[in-house]
């Protein structure tokens, strides 16, 4: 039995000498602690995939992520809690024989079945999921599937991101919700429930994205929404060399957030948000006043993972 997820979310105010600077104030929004095994917004963009399927008759999810991909481990347990088969496939046929890393060996653990493929494979897979000969050779080769992209990002799971903003009281003009953009499923349920004049604002963690991103957000709000919204945009500047990279420079503005405020910093994802967030602050280029959400999506790795 899965444990119930804990909702709404934490809202908590942080206060920083760098923001109060800045004349800002800054809020955490903890979706780190919705759930112990499905935690941030993949509880969020599983719930209503997860609902689908069950609906629609599955008994076995298929998706995909790298070595290290939050989204595999939280597929495997949230199936396991369901009942249902899951399968992972995982980029980078490389990995096969090596020993698993604790990302992978925790998905096994939850009786995910792994499937490694080379990189360019996987990428063409990736691009042509709505192909239905794709979908028939997936089905060929592990059965009748409910399909899953990579980081659980479509139409419904942004619907499911979007309650994130019922969460947040009083949004008005001068509110600013941030989050972290690996696939855009986040940014685009956040900007799509946002109420007039408030804004969000994402920051990208991979490199050169520039463009794909915002194509792939405004793709999500059309086909959730039958429309596409204003008042977001994404930072492209804190990549920090691309996914999955932590230079040293982040390292240092994470350990140092951490002791601060006592807070452990999950770094693909959360450490990138926040300190492109606290760059920005330090230029000037957030309007002060503003009211800052920074949405923590997920928590860091488990203490001594590698």
């Known amino acids: 039995m899965m ?3 804990v909702l709404p979310s934490p809202l908590t105010p942080l206060a920083d000498p760098a923001m109060e600077r800045a004349g800002l104030e800054l809020r955490l929004k903890r979706d780190d602690l ?3 095994t499905v935690p941030g917004n993949k509880w969020r963009k599983l719930t209503p995939n997860l609902r689908a399927a069950v609906e629609q008759g599955h008994t076995r999810l298929l998706t995909f992520g790298g070595a290290y991909s939050n989204h595999i481990r939280a597929v495997a347990a949230a ?3 369901r009942g249902l088969e899951t399968v992972g496939i995982i980029r980078g046929d490389e990995l096969a024989d090596a020993p698993r890393n604790w990302s992978l060996a925790l998905a096994e653990s939850y009786g995910m079945r792994l499937s490694f493929l080379d990189r360019s494979g996987y990428r063409e897979t990736l691009r042509s999921l709505d192909d239905p000969r794709t979908l028939r050779e997936l089905e060929a080769r592990w059965g009748r599937a409910y399909v899953l992209p990579e980081g659980g990002t479509n139409a419904p799971a942004a619907q499911g991101a979007a309650d994130l903003v019922a969460e947040l009281p009083d949004l008005g003009a001068r509110d600013i919700v941030c989050c972290a953009v690996g696939t855009g499923g986040t940014l685009a349920g956040i900007a799509a429930a ?3 004049g408030a804004r969000a604002l994402g920051f990208a963690v991979l490199k050169g994205a520039g463009g794909y991103l915002e194509d792939e957000v405004a793709e999500l709000h059309r086909r959730g929404w039958g ?5 977001w945009r994404i930072e492209h500047g804190y990549h920090g060399g691309g996914y999955g990279r932590v230079p040293a420079r982040l390292e240092a ?3 140092g957030f951490e002791e601060r405020h006592g807070l452990r910093v999950e770094r693909r994802y959360v450490a990138k948000m926040l300190w492109g967030l606290y ?3 330090e230029a000037g280029a957030l309007p002060r006043g503003s009211r800052v959400t920074a949405v923590v999506t997920g928590p ?3 203490e001594g993972a590698g």
């Open 3 to 5: 444990p119930p997820a």
């Open 279 to 281: 760059g920005l602050a």
């Open 227 to 231: 429309r596409t919204f204003t008042g």
């Open 194 to 196: 946002l109420p007039e």
């Open 253 to 255: 503005f994470a350990a």
């Open 79 to 81: 199936g396991a809690a």
């Open 34 to 36: 919705i759930h112990p």
């Open 300 to 302: 860091p790795d488990p």
